[in-house]
């Protein structure tokens, strides 16, 4: 009995250690470099019609840093209007 228990614990504390390390992991941006980004758009796609490009302040929600209203980065996904 007291091995489930154990058990059980040791579960929730692992699921829940998961759980914070996958908040985490998408809490912080990833680096330019990461993202591939250019300061140049690719085609017709760039950031200021990128569904996570945010005009006000000229960021981005998954990239570090200031991107330019025609930067691109590899992970571009089309604003839906
Ligand atoms: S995901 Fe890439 S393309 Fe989209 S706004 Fe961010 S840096 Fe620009």
Redesign the pocket.
Known sequence: MLARRKFFKLTAAAIGTLTLGTVNLFAKKMSKQA?K?QETPKGE???DN????EAETKT????EGK?APK???????KEQN
């Open positions: 993202a980004y796609q760039q950031c990128c569904f996570h490009y981005c929600a998954i990239v991107v930067g691109w980065c590899s992970f571009y996904v």
